[in-house]
């Protein structure tokens, strides 16, 4: 049962964080999602020697989940909606693709953090060398030279996510990395899944004519499964026994998850003719001066939710064991996230709040600490034979149910609804 506890705690909160990055969008909103789900991740496991670590290996994570956000994907959303088998199948087809680079490129950086020791320790410099070098070559071969398109006539830069994918995926191959490839794949897995998975619950919501923010549920759907695999592959996984964490490095990790990632998200979200948009929308008397006070608003409230935060891990660093430090860190960042998306959307000043999907997230929070705090003093029995790749005809049965899963929603997207906006062919 424990297992499954530390698998749902981490889809849960890895869905609340991609939930409220629908709200900001771009690859820094997608970093803060990662995040989240990491730490979660972390203290559900409970080992002592992963959360002193927690800063460095949440930032990869970050780091890892946020590179996807370069992704366009808005138009495969309108080949689903299509109401012709085989461009609907094309849509989820691509969204599973998409997903799935998302969770490749997170769980596989998030898993070689966790698998470095002392006398293991990764090229980090040349692995992401690496990836950007062979993501620029696969997206100057696939779209430049071959024009194999995607996303038409959108952004493709799914062809760079997708070669910094086989890039890591060769590194961790060579290398023997078996615990950190598996943690990739099985977040590539939920991630994929849950993007399609998502977007078929959009479309089927859409035509219900119930009114309710169904993107929001798309999202919500591709962080939830994606950190149940992200999850999986961990607890499935055997790892080395202790790596004494570098306080220097955690804490320059800390200072970037916690703060670095949340300015860059205010600078993205919070400019003055965003704001302006916002106050004129609900009408705001002065809308300008709306602008000024949000802008300064959201600074105070990074500023004190940093300082608590920073407090918290100084007392969890210098204590012997975790008790609630834990849950406090990941409570504030993830506060400190669905306030930012409370004030972005203007729900704070809504009369539209309650029944709204950003009501869940003031529901699902509780419940994850709830969960964490329960489950505090106790930690996941991790594997202790060597760990082992699934065989190919593993793999292939899932690629063959995949290939199936996805005409199958396609073929019952497509007779659920008539032509409705938004919807493209491909073909």
């Not at 997608?30 to 992963?50: I, K, T, Y």
């Not at 919501?205 to 309710?212: F, N, P």
């Not at 699934?390 to 899963?405: A, D, H, Q, T």
């Amino acid at each position: 049962m424990s297992k499954w506890l530390v698998m749902l705690i981490t889809g849960l909160t890895l869905g609340l964080g991609w939930a409220i990055r629908g709200h900001f969008g771009h690859w820094w909103g997608a970093s803060w999602a990662g995040g989240m789900g990491a730490l979660a991740l972390l203290l559900a496991v409970g080992r002592n020697d992963w959360i002193k670590r927690a800063p460095v290996l949440a930032l990869l994570a970050a780091i890892g989940w946020g590179i996807g956000g370069i992704m366009s994907y808005g138009i495969l959303v309108g080949y689903c909606r299509s109401i012709e088998v085989f461009n609907s199948a094309y849509g989820y087809a691509m969204l599973f693709i998409v997903g799935g680079l998302y969770g490749f490129i997170g769980g596989g950086l998030f898993g070689l953090g966790l698998s470095s020791d002392e006398n293991k320790k990764p090229d980090w410099m040349r692995l992401l060398l690496e990836m950007f070098v062979v993501g620029y070559l696969a997206y100057w071969f696939i779209i430049v030279e071959m024009e194999w398109l995607m996303t038409p006539p959108r952004d493709e830069s799914w062809a760079m996510s997708f070669g910094a994918s086989l890039s890591l995926a060769w590194f961790l191959y060579r290398a023997g990395n078996i615990n950190a490839l598996r943690v990739a794949l099985f977040s590539a897995l939920g991630g994929g899944i849950g993007f399609a998975l998502g977007n078929f619950f959009q479309t089927l919501g859409g035509a219900s004519g119930l009114s309710y923010n169904w993107w929001n549920v798309m999202e919500f759907t591709l962080g939830f499964l994606g950190g149940i695999g992200m999850a999986y592959g961990v607890v499935t996984s055997s790892w080395s026994e202790k790596l004494e964490p570098n306080k220097r490095i955690n804490w320059m990790s800390l200072i970037s998850l916690v703060f670095v990632i949340p300015a860059i998200n205010i600078f993205q979200s919070f400019d003055s003719k965003k704001i302006v948009e916002l106050g004129e929308r609900f009408s705001i008397q002065n809308p300008i001066q709306f602008a000024s006070d949000i802008q300064i608003k959201v600074w105070l409230i990074l500023i004190l939710f940093t300082v608590l935060i920073f407090y918290s891990w100084k007392k969890l660093e210098n204590s012997s064991g975790i008790g609630i430090l834990g849950i406090i860190i990941l409570g504030l960042y993830s506060l400190l996230y669905m306030i930012f998306g409370n004030i972005r959307t203007g729900y704070s000043y809504s009369e539209s709040f309650i029944g709204n999907s950003v009501t869940m997230y003031w529901i699902i929070l509780p419940i994850i600490l709830l969960l964490l705090y329960l489950k505090r003093g106790s930690h996941f029995e991790l594997k202790n034979e060597n760990t082992k790749l699934e065989s190919w005809k593993y793999w292939s049965m899932i690629v063959l149910g995949l290939i199936i899963f996805i005409f199958l929603i396609a073929i019952i997207s497509t007779v659920s609804h008539e032509a409705v906006p938004g919807s493209h062919n491909r073909f």
